[in-house]
């Protein structure tokens, strides 16, 4: 019985660990009505007339090192497939307002990290579709980082 027990338990931590690796995120865990539950639409126009508010938070889905290349100004990183940290979490919980995006319309990251929002029972979770390709078109601001290269 002790034997069994134990196999048990390493079949359970064996799936804890295959489901962390393979980039499980919370809202695949979504049951009932909190499934059918879709962050609204925004369009990068309605966005950008918030952009000086103090509770509404910017969250860009792009991996970390995508995030540091350029972002929009006020924005905080929480790459999809992974924990938002403290300061997302904190940043989420005193905004009115949670505006979510990616590189673009075909990025399927911003839609995970809002839907994650959503589990996680923020109200106010929308999508910006059109993502940093549609505000860099509307010349909207953002931040930049360039990589010197010190080749001579």
Sequence with gaps: MKNLLNHILTLLNLALALALVTGF?????????????????????????????????????RPGEIYAQEHIPPALSWPAGTKPTGEVLEAMRNASKVIVYCDGPNCKAAELVANDALFMHFDEVYLMRAGMEGWREKGLPVVRMYQENPQK
């Design 25 to 61: 995120h919370l809202s695949s865990t979504t049951t009932g009505s909190e499934s059918q539950r879709q962050p609204a639409l925004i369009d990068v126009a309605q966005a950008s007339k918030t952009l000086e508010s103090t509770d509404v938070v910017y969250i860009d889905a």
